[in-house]
């Protein structure tokens, strides 16, 4: 072997030029007892290059950690705008019904890895002004996403807006739906008492339930009295069949999502196509609050506000009574358009839960 050799002999250094020495040569060379051997690669200059392409490649490696999620743990990084997300239209919205746990439901949901949500109620396929900004300013509304999770946005007043699914077909004829409904009963009491707390808030006076729902000169329910119009589920599902195929929508049961939300959420996951990484653990009763909240990455506990579980004022029997008659039948037709029941109609279970 020709060439320029470093050698070590009892810590002193020697070289060997074109002498013709090969490496068996110098391995076998007894010198001293302590004898080492370096060949060309090993120059000052070499060591210096491989510790550049080191460092070069440690800094890819943290740069590509930062922006691709496989190599760090993906739940810390993903909730920011960092390298390779993007704002996106969603793939799935949540569409109603009002007041039936569509806050809780995509609280929930935002805990998956593989989801983002977006912060506040979009409202564009039901505000004209805001469907007049277009799809680009719908996309600039969204969180940011990695190109692997879905993103999801929840308007309650698309179920009922007769515009909206039209709107959403032509948009994307594939996205995937969530409705959510509730005991129709306890919703349109849920819904008024909601507009209570805004009419308060602009200083108007609020009425008792009883009086607003009931027409006074029959003393029969208003049917057109919005809250309870809200409620006719059967109508609005009709109009959103005429656009998506029942296998596009997924029904959660509200009044299940409340007393334990666990196996809603997994049926959730399951039509997302997404795996199951909500684990029941995550779900905490929380006691004052009277309803489930989420850990989160921050929170022990991350509970809704508090204008979200607000109790219940009483309502006089003969009244709710009365709701329930005029909910029996399109309650009746909202199980046979879904092809799914839900316990409403069904007395025995109604009394067991005490409404
Ligand atoms: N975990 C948890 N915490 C608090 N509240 C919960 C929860 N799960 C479901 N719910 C029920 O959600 C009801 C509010 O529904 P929405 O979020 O759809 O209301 S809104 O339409 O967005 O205003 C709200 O209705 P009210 O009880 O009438 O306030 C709740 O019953």
Redesign the pocket.
């Known amino acids: 072997m020709k060439g320029t050799f470093v050698v070590w002999v009892e810590g002193k250094v020697k070289e060997v030029t074109n002498g013709r020495m090969n490496y068996q040569d110098v391995k076998y060379t007894q010198l001293s007892n302590k004898t080492e051997v370096c060949s060309r690669c090993c120059t000052p200059r070499k060591l210096f290059t491989c510790f550049f392409i080191l460092i070069v490649t440690l800094i890819g490696l943290l740069v590509t950690c930062y922006s691709h999620t496989s190599i760090c743990n993906k739940h810390d990084y993903q909730k920011v705008h960092i390298r390779l997300t993007k704002r996106r239209l969603p793939h799935c919205i949540i569409i109603?019904?009002?007041?039936?746990?569509?806050?809780?439901l995509l609280?929930y949901l935002k805990v998956h890895p593989d989801i983002q949500t977006a912060q506040y109620?979009v409202h564009f396929f039901d505000n004209q002004e805001n469907y007049d900004f277009g799809y680009g300013w719908y996309r600039k509304q969204m969180p940011y996403s990695f190109p692997d999770q879905l993103t999801i946005e929840?308007s309650?007043a698309y179920f009922t807006e007769s515009s909206v699914p039209g709107r959403v077909y032509s948009m994307n004829s594939t996205i995937k739906i969530l409705l959510?409904v509730?005991d129709p009963v306890?919703r349109t009491?849920?819904d008024q008492?909601?507009l209570n707390f805004k009419g308060l808030d602009m200083g108007l006076e609020v009425k008792p339930f009883e009086e607003l729902v009931l027409n006074p000169k029959t003393g029969n329910i208003d049917m057109n009295f919005k809250p309870v119009q809200r409620s006719y589920y059967d109508v609005y599902m009709k109009n959103w069949l005429k656009y998506f195929p029942l296998n596009q929508i997924h029904i959660v049961d509200?009044d299940q999502?409340?007393a334990d939300?666990y196996p809603e959420v997994y049926k959730v996951e399951s039509f997302l196509g997404l795996r199951h990484a909500i684990p029941q653990s995550d779900f905490v009763y929380n006691a004052t609050?009277g309803?489930?909240?989420i850990k989160t990455d921050t929170a022990y506990q991350k509970?809704?506000s508090g204008?979200?579980?607000?109790s219940?004022p009483h309502i006089q029997k003969e009244v709710i009574e009365k709701l329930k008659d005029v909910f029996w039948k399109h309650n009746e037709n909202f199980f046979e358009l879904v092809n799914q029941r839900f316990f409403w109609n069904n007395k025995t279970m109604a009394s067991k839960i005490g409404k």
């Open positions: 109603g019904a009002r007041k039936a746990g569509t806050r809780a609280t109620e929840k309650p959510i509730r306890q009491i849920s008492l909601q509200g999502l409340i939300p609050k309803f489930y909240c509970c809704l204008s979200k579980g607000r219940h």
